[in-house]
């Protein structure tokens, strides 16, 4: 009979780690035996009352949001005698309750549930954002809100794409991502130009694109280099 070395619970022959801790299991005098007998069960995650808890939760979050946001409907139109402010409160309580909706109720692969939740999210903010401007007798959504929103979903799918699947991995990562802050701020400034004044004229991004360049350059070489990245694990100690 063996011992863990680090909790000392007891172990079989039928056990490679230490069911409790982890803790691989070495005993040179009682070797690792596939055929006998499991000591202690295996614990799985039921799946059911993984899925219970994320409905009662997602249940729970949507009936605090209706009655949030039915409260402030109510108060401002008995107050006010019309709604007016309410529709902000309730409009936002509407797109968080999408932002956390989906991610609790998606029983699929991670990086789907990641891509439409991004999408939904998109979706959301839009829809608040449109509200706000008809809200405001504005005019800045589609020529400013709706740019500037498409550029970071879509910036942030192709980021998704590359890390989710580990197309890219380790030092690598830092490469799409100092390359999508650079990319980002140019087209900010693009965008914002054209809507103030309806000329593109490059200033402020070009002194933030030449460190994300350097930066994701640096990433590039730490990644292709392993004596570089030991280095600096050892260093930073990670």
Not at 62 to 86: Q, S
Request: aromatic share 12%.
């Amino acid at each position: 009979m063996s011992y863990c070395v680090n909790c000392g619970v007891e172990l079989g022959k039928a056990e490679q780690r230490c069911p409790l801790c982890g803790t691989e299991v070495v005993n040179p005098k009682e070797p690792y035996d596939p055929k006998a007998k499991q000591l202690y069960p295996k614990q799985l995650d039921s799946p059911l009352v993984s899925l219970r808890g994320r409905r009662i939760a997602a249940l729970v979050m949507t009936l605090l949001f209706f009655f949030a946001g039915g409260m402030c409907i109510f108060l401002n139109a008995v107050y006010a005698g019309e709604v007016t402010w309410a529709y902000y409160p309730a409009g936002a309580l509407c797109m968080l309750w999408v932002f956390l909706f989906p991610p609790l109720m998606l029983r699929i692969k991670p990086a789907v549930t990641f891509l439409l939740s991004a999408l939904l999210d998109a979706l959301a903010l839009c829809g608040f954002l449109w509200m706000c401007e008809t809200l405001t007798d504005g005019a800045w959504f589609v020529p400013f809100a709706l740019p500037v929103t498409g550029m970071v979903l879509g910036f942030l799918i192709l980021n998704a794409a590359l890390i989710l699947p580990r197309v890219v991995k380790g030092a690598y990562i830092g490469v799409p991502v100092m390359l999508t802050v650079a990319l980002l701020l140019v087209g900010l400034e693009c965008i914002v130009d054209a809507y103030l004044s309806g000329a593109v004229s490059l200033t402020w991004s070009l002194y933030a694109l030449v460190p994300c360049l350097i930066l994701a350059g640096f990433f590039l070489f730490v990644g292709r280099y392993r004596a570089v990245k030991e280095e600096l694990r050892r260093r930073l100690h990670m």
